[in-house]
């Protein structure tokens, strides 16, 4: 069995961590750092002091070498405004007037030129450098959210690759589809208060149940722990673990939790009997060191040297270790790539959802028919208008409900944008179409139902007006992203 292809959420976790600004050096990243470091002061202070001090052992008569026929020691003040910004620089400007005071006698006359062009270089220099940095810090924000789609969209075509696979081999025993339970099993993530009480969420129950009829064969059920404390850490465990072990024919094996950068010692959840753990073993050393599946036919571990089977890593799309799932025992067909490579996906994805809970739980409370990606990506926007002043937005398109309206509603969502994400939202009266706008302000807005109305004109020969469509925007960050979509809905004429 051939592991050498790394698997997609390691690859992610890979591509999470990358630097949007290159691959720079240590020195590189010394002498052009990203952002301003907490030390900036004192690291102004103390190159100052440096020049001042080795332009003073080079010339005691004149130690800022006013009398040069060029001021070279302004250079210093410069370099610290292109590296920090303004307010550094004048502190390094200052500092030579500091300088000056201290090392030149009182009697003579201050040099005003040098000193006022000194100064307002600096703050020219110091301007460029807010200005950049600002962009920079900016384009690593919106990166960072393109980076999360990457990943969720890389994710999602290995799973419909897996999914596609399985239908065609097992289309007429398996009458449910792996897109279904992978809906529940990110869902399931989110219910953290049911897997606190020590019970399974209904909707994982349901999809273990329609994975036992996939199967169907038999399968231990999950076992709580003696101690629910690692629930808190991992929502839904219990179902996690049904769910697995019914799709990927598990019998016995048990999850970690992960505290502190180490792995816990009590399980989160069971299914089957119980083991002895051992988490110095070969191959859950494997596991963490790879952040991939490791399994007794791993080249890099002899058999001899585990008491495990398998040991599969619950790592989040940003690279963080969660839990570790440890197999002892399952059937031996069921050991193969295919079906190793599905487990890691269902793992991701639920890790996914136990690092998103926070921004995924609030909006579902407010609005529980919202889908999961779109509340996912309507959270990560309101953080990014928060944390970075990048302004997003949402659309709401209403149409009447009737043949003409239903064609005018089709046309508009074939008409979206790559990076928008669309909820269409149907009713007896009307359909409403919720477009989650990225990095849009209100000129993009205004863009968008230009071209919107462009379109309809030319097939249509209506506008906005005259197709009867109730336009709706909301900008993010004013509010909770939970209540402002549940605002909009309102405001579109549904009833959430």
Known sequence: MNTAAMPPASAAAKTRTSNPFGNLGRVRRFVMPAVTRPFAIVETVVFIVAVVGVSWLADHRDPLLLHAGFPWLWFAPLIVALRYGTLPGLLAGALLLGAWKLLYPATDPWPVMVFVGGLVQTVIAGHFGDTWGHRAARASTINDYLNDRLVAITNSHYLMRLSHERLEKDLLSKPTTLRDSITELRRLSVTAQEAEQGAAAPGAARTAN???????????????????????????????????????????????????????????????????????????????????????????????????????????????????????????????????????????????????????????????????????????????????????SMVALAFPRDEAGDSLFEHVIRRRRALDLMWPVQTASQSVLVNLMPATDTTGIDGYLARIESSLSAQFNLDLEGARVGVHTLHLGAMEPGPALQRLLKRSGLDV
């Open 210 to 392: 329609a994975a036992h009829a996939e199967a169907g064969g038999h399968a231990a059920t999950a076992q709580p722990p003696a101690s629910a404390a690692p629930l808190r850490a991992l929502p839904g465990a219990h179902g996690l673990l049904e769910f697995v072990a019914q799709v990927c024919q598990i019998e016995v094996a048990a999850l970690y939790p992960v505290r502190d950068g180490r792995l816990g010692t009590d399980a989160a959840a069971r299914v089957g009997d119980d083991f002895e753990w051992a988490p110095d073993d070969e191959l859950v050393t494997h596991a963490i060191h790879t952040m991939s599946v490791a399994h007794l036919k791993t080249e890099d571990i002899p058999a001899a040297q585990s008491q495990y089977l398998v040991c599969a890593p619950l790592v989040s799309a940003d690279g963080q270790l969660l839990a570790m799932l440890v197999i002892k025992r399952m059937p031996f067909l069921s050991l193969n790539f295919d079906n190793l490579q599905l487990l890691l996906v269902l793992l991701g994805y639920y890790a996914d959802g136990v690092e998103h809970a926070s921004l995924v739980s609030g909006i579902l409370a407010a609005v529980p028919g919202c889908p999961y990606d779109f509340a996912l990506d309507l959270g990560r926007l309101t953080r990014l208008q928060r944390d970075a002043g990048i302004a997003s």
